[in-house]
């Protein structure tokens, strides 16, 4: 009996062990979003908190592989048709399943969460390359508008991300980079998400003619 449970034991531990950063979720993103763009912010956390029972990662843990997998996501895809999509995604849709994730009041783990990506330059840093803008910025401010974050708390998190000094960064008119030209468009994301949806279908169809 006592074999069976050390068996068992070692299975949780092989489960909980994927250290920071790891793919789960980033993978799980792309499959959700190539098969249905469309998803609800509720059913998408609900099933992000069924990978992080599976896991057993925390709450911070498991904010933090979301935002992370979404701009890893965003990079891979960066001059192609489906940019926009993954842009709307990050930067809009992201923070509202945080919203769903996280009480209002739960402000803690959220910046416990940007502190890991903070760990994770690199991809902010190529992010940055790519859209002449902080793309942490751009996130760290639509947090702060659903009221996960406060506006000190948003200042604080910037001042800790360490900007590479040849990165050249607001350059490019406010519309230009993909996270800002989304966040223009806020106010439309309902009819922006819907119409990427049919769009990422309609080419889908068309690839298999």
């Given at each position: 009996?006592?074999?069976?449970?050390?068996?068992?034991?070692?299975?949780?531990?092989?489960?909980?062990?994927?250290?920071?950063?790891?793919?789960?979720?980033?993978?799980w993103l792309?499959?959700?979003?190539?098969?249905?763009?469309?998803?609800?912010?509720?059913?998408?956390?609900?099933?992000?908190?069924?990978?992080?029972?599976?896991?057993?990662?925390?709450?911070?843990?498991?904010?933090?592989?979301?935002?992370?997998?979404?701009?890893?996501?965003?990079?891979?895809?960066?001059?192609?048709?489906?940019?926009?999509?993954?842009?709307?995604?990050?930067?809009?849709?992201?923070?509202?399943?945080?919203?769903?994730?996280?009480?209002?009041?739960?402000?803690?783990?959220v910046v416990?969460?940007?502190?890991l990506m903070?760990?994770?330059?690199?991809?902010?840093?190529?992010?940055?390359?790519?859209?002449?803008?902080?793309?942490?910025?751009?996130?760290?401010?639509?947090?702060?508008?659903?009221?996960?974050?406060?506006?000190?708390?948003?200042?604080?998190?910037?001042?800790?991300?360490?900007?590479?000094?040849?990165?050249?960064?607001?350059?490019?008119?406010?519309?230009?980079?993909?996270?800002?030209?989304?966040?223009?468009?806020?106010?439309?994301?309902?009819?922006?998400?819907?119409?990427?949806?049919?769009?990422?279908?309609?080419?889908?169809?068309?690839?298999?003619?």
């Amino acid at each position: 009996m006592s074999g069976a449970k050390e068996s068992a034991k070692e299975s949780s531990d092989a489960v909980n062990s994927e250290k920071w950063p790891g793919s789960l979720i980033q993978c799980w993103l792309a499959v959700k979003l190539t098969g249905n763009p469309g998803s609800s912010t509720a059913v998408l956390a609900e099933q992000l908190q069924v990978l992080q029972r599976l896991k057993g990662f925390s709450d911070s843990r498991l904010y933090a592989e979301l935002m992370r997998g979404s701009l890893l996501a965003l990079y891979n895809v960066s001059q192609t048709s489906h940019e926009s999509q993954w842009g709307a995604f990050a930067f809009l849709k992201v923070p509202h399943i945080l919203l769903d994730l996280a009480a209002k009041s739960d402000t803690i783990n959220v910046v416990t969460a940007v502190e890991l990506m903070l760990q994770h330059s690199p991809l902010l840093d190529a992010m940055d390359a790519n859209s002449s803008c902080s793309s942490l910025k751009c996130l760290l401010d639509e947090l702060a508008k659903i009221r996960l974050l406060s506006e000190p708390q948003v200042k604080h998190l910037l001042e800790k991300r360490k900007i590479p000094p040849t990165l050249k960064l607001d350059t490019v008119p406010a519309t230009t980079g993909i996270p800002k030209a989304i966040i223009f468009a806020e106010s439309t994301i309902a009819g922006i998400l819907k119409t990427l949806s049919t769009d990422y279908h309609k080419i889908q169809r068309q690839n298999t003619v």
